[in-house]
Protein backbone atom coordinates (compact mmCIF):
# COMPACT_ATOMS: atom_id res chain seq x y z
CA UNK A 1 0.00 0.00 0.00
CA UNK A 2 2.97 2.50 0.75
CA UNK A 3 4.12 1.95 -2.97
CA UNK A 4 0.91 2.87 -4.27
CA UNK A 5 -0.32 5.64 -2.35
CA UNK A 6 3.30 6.83 -3.53
CA UNK A 7 2.99 6.61 -6.83
CA UNK A 8 -0.06 8.28 -6.50
CA UNK A 9 1.20 11.48 -4.76
CA UNK A 10 3.66 11.37 -7.72
CA UNK A 11 0.65 10.89 -9.99
CA UNK A 12 1.44 8.05 -12.24
CA UNK A 13 -1.57 6.32 -10.91
CA UNK A 14 -5.15 8.50 -10.86
CA UNK A 15 -6.45 6.13 -7.19
CA UNK A 16 -5.41 4.23 -4.66
CA UNK A 17 -7.53 1.32 -4.33
CA UNK A 18 -9.62 0.49 -1.07
CA UNK A 19 -8.46 -3.34 -0.31
CA UNK A 20 -10.18 -5.22 2.75
CA UNK A 21 -6.66 -5.89 5.18
CA UNK A 22 -6.40 -9.33 5.25
CA UNK A 23 -6.86 -11.23 8.99
CA UNK A 24 -4.61 -14.55 9.05
CA UNK A 25 -4.46 -16.42 12.83
CA UNK A 26 -1.82 -18.43 11.32
CA UNK A 27 1.61 -17.26 12.68
CA UNK A 28 5.60 -18.14 12.16
CA UNK A 29 5.89 -22.01 13.31
CA UNK A 30 9.17 -21.90 15.22
CA UNK A 31 12.06 -19.60 14.05
CA UNK A 32 14.74 -19.29 11.68
CA UNK A 33 17.52 -21.67 11.78
CA UNK A 34 20.78 -19.51 13.08
CA UNK A 35 24.44 -20.02 11.22
CA UNK A 36 25.42 -22.36 13.98
CA UNK A 37 23.06 -24.34 13.93
CA UNK A 38 22.94 -24.71 10.31
CA UNK A 39 26.73 -25.55 10.60
CA UNK A 40 25.69 -28.77 13.54
CA UNK A 41 23.31 -29.75 10.41
CA UNK A 42 26.27 -30.35 8.00
CA UNK A 43 28.42 -31.74 10.73
CA UNK A 44 25.20 -34.24 11.77
CA UNK A 45 24.35 -35.20 8.22
CA UNK A 46 27.14 -38.38 7.51
CA UNK A 47 25.74 -39.96 10.78
CA UNK A 48 22.26 -39.22 9.23
CA UNK A 49 22.41 -40.49 5.79
CA UNK A 50 25.50 -42.20 5.81
CA UNK A 51 28.76 -41.78 3.78
CA UNK A 52 27.54 -42.57 0.09
CA UNK A 53 24.76 -39.56 0.40
CA UNK A 54 26.42 -36.98 2.16
CA UNK A 55 27.72 -34.60 -0.37
CA UNK A 56 24.54 -34.61 -1.87
CA UNK A 57 22.57 -34.18 0.87
CA UNK A 58 24.87 -31.11 2.23
CA UNK A 59 24.49 -29.48 -1.31
CA UNK A 60 20.62 -29.70 -0.66
CA UNK A 61 20.76 -28.49 2.59
CA UNK A 62 23.17 -25.25 1.34
CA UNK A 63 20.62 -24.85 -1.71
CA UNK A 64 17.68 -24.42 0.75
CA UNK A 65 19.72 -21.89 3.18
CA UNK A 66 21.48 -19.75 0.17
CA UNK A 67 18.05 -20.04 -1.94
CA UNK A 68 15.47 -19.82 0.73
CA UNK A 69 13.62 -22.72 -1.79
CA UNK A 70 11.34 -24.37 -0.06
CA UNK A 71 11.74 -28.11 0.00
CA UNK A 72 8.93 -28.76 -2.10
CA UNK A 73 10.45 -26.52 -4.56
CA UNK A 74 14.00 -28.21 -4.11
CA UNK A 75 12.79 -31.77 -5.05
CA UNK A 76 11.03 -30.75 -7.82
CA UNK A 77 14.24 -28.81 -9.17
CA UNK A 78 16.49 -30.33 -12.34
CA UNK A 79 18.87 -28.75 -14.50
CA UNK A 80 18.13 -30.16 -17.49
CA UNK A 81 13.83 -30.64 -17.38
CA UNK A 82 12.34 -27.43 -18.49
CA UNK A 83 9.32 -28.56 -17.05
CA UNK A 84 10.54 -28.03 -13.81
CA UNK A 85 11.98 -25.07 -11.79
CA UNK A 86 14.42 -24.57 -14.25
CA UNK A 87 17.79 -22.15 -14.13
CA UNK A 88 18.41 -19.74 -16.48
Not at 8 to 22: D, N
Not at 67 to 87: A, Q, T
Request: a negative charge.
Amino acid sequence: MAFIRFCHSRGWVTAVPKLERLESDEVMKGRPVTEAEFQQMLDATESVVGKGSTESWKLALRVLWESGFRIGDLMDFSWNDSRHIYPL
